[in-house]
């Protein structure tokens, strides 16, 4: 295996990679063109969720802490956009940056309790959070605002007139654009210093500590980014459906952010897409043969993969590909590997 | 007044479920240091079989009895089946495994019996008893019941040779299996405990709920309150903790408004995490590095 000279928690990007990238990057920018608007939609909420899963991962696969509560994040991302939006406050694109800084400060907010909450406490505070929210939303208190169990209608927003695409189009673009800047992000963030502290306290907390690492600076940290990235999937989400209401936001829209994150593939950047395709389309064909069926798919493909594929779809690509890479070019392969091995033998 | 003790009686009952199922919470994080979130759905799913034994004319009690026996067996299953092979597995893939289980007992008990709300039985009269006027019979028919299961638990616990293997097996699984206790066995034995105190829960909850697959979210909440609150390694005071918050989510629905009774089992949790996470009867655990 092929060693960096410095350890980093997501792989380094070589032209390669950089050409499949582009490849991709085309493709995605074309496909709104050569199908139907439903299906244009589907994607864009696809997109929505990768950029959610890819928030949760980076908690929860990067840094080891459980949520399973971030429903609750989306749901205030969402009305944060659609409160502004309904009040004439902001124009839609505005909205998304505030409902991620109001996402990343109620996260970090939560993520300071949250540091003395090891494992098991952590998820079990955050499901209360998950299963309290659409109570806390459909309050009077806050009626006048959110609209109580009603939820907000939104309008949906126009392209600019210079642009000849239908409004499902334009907002794919919209979202497709914010997913390759936030994609961008993570994989900046998650590839230097940072990335390589928020693995350590994953996998050794206390050598990490003793390393010089902040634990509890980080970890409150990776809980409000991973809020701020979960909050601007959820307004872009409320703008792609249109609407929001408390019900849509139950504790099953936080379990599915877990199952896509699981089958996608833990601690990857590429498997939150892999995940977000997976929750948009799976229950699509599972609906056809019973209500209860999209979930049964999901809670056996949890169980299953935990068996089976730990890492998920990202895993089990990365070990195809490095089995076919190996018998392309096994002289590198063996380079690489056989110094250390020579070290210990002497 | 009158409403306050009115609203603190009847929070009483519906404190004695939050308590079973904060037991059979406790009885399991004692055995393997887990939380199991599927545990409300299994109560869930034991009382659809009580409810299609009584539909297939089963008298109740017969139901009741074939159900929780059932619900013993299946406990034991999913340990040897589904838990055990991960059970060295990092807190996250256990905690996963749990969600999926919750998933699939959800999603099944709504294909087999549909999301319908079906009405459930109470085995005790219309009329209160003994002319009380606060609490219905069902109130205090279900406190009774869920007290005996307690003591029966305790007895179990703490004179039975079996229950001292598996407290032994809890406690120090290493020497355990040296003086030759089966300790994998206690572990499904805790297992099927749990799930029998949860079905027992389940059926006593059923009449005031209504059965449907989704009833026992809110419950499994108040459980996981009361089980923190009181402790989550001390079966007493995980007890007492779900009597405390049935009478409290009573006690402020009355004052602040019903529509906040679930984030008061939020702020429950997270106040109890951040100011006393052993809770109150637990003991303070201090990890040597």
Redesign the interface.
Same mark, same amino acid.
């Given at each position: 295996m092929k060693t960096p000279p410095l350890l980093s928690a997501v792989p380094a990007l070589t032209s390669r990679h950089i050409a499949a990238l582009a490849v991709l990057l085309a493709l995605a920018c074309a496909l709104p063109f050569l199908i139907g608007n439903y299906r244009v939609f589907q994607l864009t909420l696809a997109l929505v969720y990768a950029i959610a899963l890819l928030g949760l991962n980076m908690l929860?696969g990067y840094n080891?802490q459980?949520s399973?509560g971030h429903g609750a994040f989306y749901a205030i991302g969402a009305y944060t956009a659609a409160i502004l939006m309904d009040h004439n406050v902001l124009p839609y694109w505005a909205t998304i940056p505030v409902a991620g800084i109001v996402c990343l400060v109620i996260g970090f907010l939560f993520g300071l309790?949250a540091l003395?909450?090891e494992?098991? #406490?952590l &998820? /079990?505070?955050t499901? &209360?959070?998950g299963?309290?929210m659409p109570?806390?939303l459909?309050?009077?208190s806050i009626e006048p605002w959110t609209g109580g169990s009603q939820g907000i209608v939104i309008t949906k927003p126009d392209p600019p007139a210079w642009l000849p695409v239908s409004q499902d189009q334009w907002l794919y673009m919209f979202t497709l654009a914010w997913t390759v800047l936030l994609f961008f992000a993570a994989w900046n963030l998650l590839r230097g210093r940072i990335g390589r502290a928020l693995v350590a306290i994953r996998d050794q907390p206390?050598a990490a500590q003793a390393m010089g690492v902040n634990t509890a600076l980080y970890k409150s940290l990776a809980f409000g980014v991973s809020a701020l990235y979960t909050g601007i999937a959820g307004a872009l989400g409320a703008i792609a459906v249109q609407f929001v209401a408390p019900d849509s936001f139950s504790?099953f829209l936080s379990?599915t952010f877990?199952?896509g994150v699981?089958v996608g593939g /833990?601690a990857s950047i590429s498997g939150a897409l892999y995940g977000a395709l997976f929750i948009v389309f799976i229950p699509n064909i599972a609906d056809q043969i019973?209500?209860?069926?999209?979930? &049964?798919i999901?809670?056996?493909?949890?169980?299953g993969l935990? #068996?089976l594929m730990?890492s998920g779809v990202a895993g089990a690509i990365r070990i195809a590909r490095r089995r076919w890479f190996d018998r392309e070019r096994p002289s590198a392969a063996q380079r690489a590997a056989s110094p250390p091995a020579r070290d210990v033998q002497v | 007044m009158d409403l306050l003790l009115h609203q603190a009686l009847s929070g009483l009952a519906t404190g004695g479920i939050y308590a079973s199922v904060a037991l059979a919470l406790v009885m399991i994080y004692q055995a393997t240091h887990l939380v199991n979130f599927a545990q409300g759905e299994m109560a869930m799913f034991s009382t659809y079989l009580a409810w299609s034994l009584m539909q297939a004319g089963v008298p109740y009690w017969g139901a009741f009895a074939i159900t929780v026996v059932a619900a013993f067996v299946g406990g034991v299953l999913i340990e040897r089946v589904v838990v055990q092979p991960v059970e060295n597995s990092p807190i996250l893939s256990l905690v996963i495994v749990f969600i999926g289980l919750l998933v699939i007992f959800n999603s099944v008990a709504g294909w087999i019996f549909t999301y319908t709300i079906k009405p459930f039985p109470s085995p005790f009269p219309e009329q209160p008893l003994f002319g009380n006027r606060y609490l219905s019979s069902h109130d205090m028919g279900s406190t009774a019941v869920t007290l005996v299961v307690l003591s029966l638990v305790f007895v179990f616990f703490r004179f039975t040779p079996l229950g001292l293997a598996m407290r032994a097996a809890a406690q120090n699984p290493v020497s355990s299996r040296l003086v030759g206790v089966r300790v994998g066995w206690m572990l499904a034995l805790g297992w099927g405990l749990a799930s029998a105190i949860g079905a027992v829960a389940g059926i006593m909850v059923a009449p005031v709920v209504f059965l449907e697959p989704n009833m026992m979210g809110g419950i499994l909440l108040y459980a996981f309150a009361g089980a923190l609150l009181g402790g989550i390694d001390s079966p007493g005071g995980a007890v007492l903790g779900g009597f405390i918050v049935g009478v409290l989510e009573n006690v402020i629905g009355v004052y602040v408004g019903s529509e906040l009774k679930l984030t008061m089992a939020l702020v429950i949790i997270v106040g109890v995490l951040v100011v006393r996470p052993a809770g109150l009867f637990g003991k303070v655990h201090v990890a040597r590095v």
């Open positions: 929860t080891g459980i399973l309790p003395r909450l494992g098991l #406490y &998820a /079990l505070a499901f &209360a959070l299963v309290a109570q806390i459909k309050h009077n206390v504790f379990i877990v199952v699981v /833990l019973s209500k209860a069926a999209p979930w &049964a999901y809670g056996v493909f949890l169980i935990m #068996y730990p | -």
